[in-house]
C-alpha cells in the first residue's frame, strides 16, 4: 500500500539547533516533493518544492533533500528559534495521478524552546 | 489580492442536516480542492476540480458533494451530516500549466457535528 511517514510526531530542540525532519514514502512515484508549514488553527503554507533530479534545494536557513533510491525527503532548519515552531508537513505527486494532485504526511510538529 | 476565502470559518450542525462550505479564489487558478484534516490522520483529499464544470473524487468522497459553476468557486456539500464528518475543512487552489506549482491553502472551517 502507499504511505507518506514522516519522522515522529514531535520534535522538541533548542534554539540555535538544526531541526531535521524526515519524509519517506512508499509505493509512489514522485516527480517532485513539497514541504509545507502549518501554524495552529491555520491553513498549510508552502515552504519548498524538490523535484526528483535536484538533490538540494535551499531558501535562507531552510534546506530540503531529496534522495529518490532511498525514498526519503529531509527538511533542515538551520540556527531555529521560537518562531520556527510549527507543525511541517511534507507533500509528494505520484506519476499516474492527476497532474495538481498532492498527497500528504501526517505532520511533524516541532518546537522550537529558548 | 485575498486569496483563498472560505465561508463559514465555524459551524455546528445537528446530525442530518445539510450544508455548504464555500471557497473562493482570486488567483485565476485551474485547479481547487477540498480537504479534511483530522487528528493524527493529516490532510485528505475529499474532491478536486481541474476546471470549471469538472469536478473529481478524491481519496474520502463519501458523504460529500462539490460543484464549480464557476472558476473561482468551489462548493462542498454535506447532505447529511454525520458525527464522522467533524473535521476541520480546508479549501486549496494551483495553477494547472505547470506541473508541481504549490497549493494555496485557506484558512479553514472547523465543523461540529452533534
Known amino acids: 500500500s502507499q504511505k507518506i511517514e514522516q519522522n515522529s510526531e514531535a520534535l522538541n530542540i533548542q534554539e540555535g539547533k538544526t531541526a531535521t525532519l524526515t519524509c519517506n514514502y512508499t509505493?509512489?512515484?514522485?516527480?517532485?516533493l513539497q514541504w509545507y508549514r502549518q501554524d495552529p488553527g491555520r491553513g498549510p503554507v508552502f515552504l519548498l518544492l524538490?523535484?526528483?533530479?535536484?538533490k538540494e534545494k535551499r531558501k535562507e536557513r531552510l534546506k530540503v533533500t531529496f534522495d529518490t533510491t532511498l525514498k526519503q525527503s529531509l527538511f533542515h532548519i538551520t540556527a531555529s528559534q521560537p518562531a520556527d515552531s510549527a507543525t511541517y508537513l511534507c507533500a509528494l505527486d505520484d506519476r499516474g495521478s492527476t497532474l495538481g494532485r498532492l498527497y500528504f504526511g501526517r505532520g511533524t510538529q516541532l518546537t522550537v524552546w529558548p | 489580492n485575498a486569496g483563498v476565502t472560505q465561508t463559514p470559518k465555524f459551524r455546528v450542525l445537528k446530525t442530518g442536516q445539510s450544508m455548504t462550505l464555500l471557497c473562493a479564489q482570486d488567483?485565476?487558478?485551474?485547479?481547487m480542492y477540498w480537504y479534511r484534516q483530522d487528528p493524527g490522520m493529516g490532510l485528505r483529499l475529499i474532491h478536486y476540480s481541474v476546471g470549471e464544470g469538472t469536478t473529481a473524487k478524491g481519496e474520502v468522497p463519501d458523504g460529500y458533494n462539490v460543484s464549480r459553476l464557476k472558476k473561482q468557486n468551489f462548493l462542498l456539500g454535506l447532505e447529511s451530516a454525520a458525527p464522522s464528518q467533524t473535521s476541520v475543512y480546508f479549501c486549496?487552489?494551483?495553477?494547472?500549466?505547470?506541473?508541481?506549482?504549490?497549493?494555496?491553502f485557506g484558512p479553514g472551517t472547523r465543523l461540529t457535528v452533534t
Open positions: 509505493n509512489y512515484s514522485p516527480a517532485y
Open positions: 488567483m485565476n487558478h485551474e485547479y
Open positions: 486549496a487552489s494551483s495553477y494547472l500549466d505547470r506541473a508541481g506549482d504549490e497549493q494555496y
Open positions: 524538490i523535484r526528483e533530479n535536484e
